[in-house]
């Protein structure tokens, strides 16, 4: 059986000596993900390298987490996984509330209108403030962004792969 991977964040580049790695993280979930004691998994950017490493502590910094794993003690030792990304495996997603959606059941689902009239596909999440914004790609013209705001989003269906809007004026051109 092939372990399923979600990314929680990249590694940005080293922090000190002492093995700290400076990671964006890519996951709602931080302050947990990335909690003394969290298993994950440095993954390269070929997908060809899996190293397991536990967190053994992490802080905010900067738009991002300095994280030292207990694996790793020196500068030396971390260097290499800058531009690698961080998992966790699948039995490791923590359950989400009513109209709260991970990145991958969103991503790649078709949008449509009320009507039925199919706009395209979301190809990416922005977390510019006070909502996300869904890049929905539109064949042969320019992307809709989405927000995801419940005058707009009326209906989402990841198992279907599908998303229901209300066209509000201005938001397609």
């Not at 009513?98 to 990416?124: Q, R, S």
């Not at 992307?143 to 209906?155: N, R, S, W």
């Not at 989402?156 to 938001?171: A, D, H, Q, S, T």
Request: proline share 5%; net charge negative; aromatic share 8%.
């Amino acid at each position: 059986m092939t372990l399923e991977w979600f990314n929680v964040g990249v590694v940005a580049g080293t922090h000190g000596i002492r093995g700290e790695l400076k990671i964006i993280s890519r996951t709602d979930f931080p302050a947990e993900r990335f909690n003394a004691g969290s298993e994950l998994a440095l993954v390269s950017p070929d997908g060809k390298q899996i190293v397991p490493v536990r967190v053994a502590s992490s802080r905010p910094h900067k738009n991002m987490y300095l994280v030292r794993f207990s694996e790793f003690h020196s500068i030396n030792d971390v260097e290499k996984f800058r531009g690698w990304m961080v998992k966790i495996r699948r039995d490791q997603l923590m359950e989400t509330g009513e109209h709260e959606y991970y990145f991958h059941e969103i991503i790649g689902c078709t949008v449509e209108t009320e009507d039925g009239t199919v706009i395209g596909k979301v190809t990416d999440i922005l977390q510019p403030g006070a909502n996300d914004v869904w890049v929905v790609a539109r064949e042969g013209k320019k992307p809709v962004y989405l927000p995801y705001i419940e005058d707009v989003v009326i209906g989402v269906e990841p198992e279907n792969r599908r998303i229901v809007i209300r066209v509000m004026e201005g938001l397609i051109d």
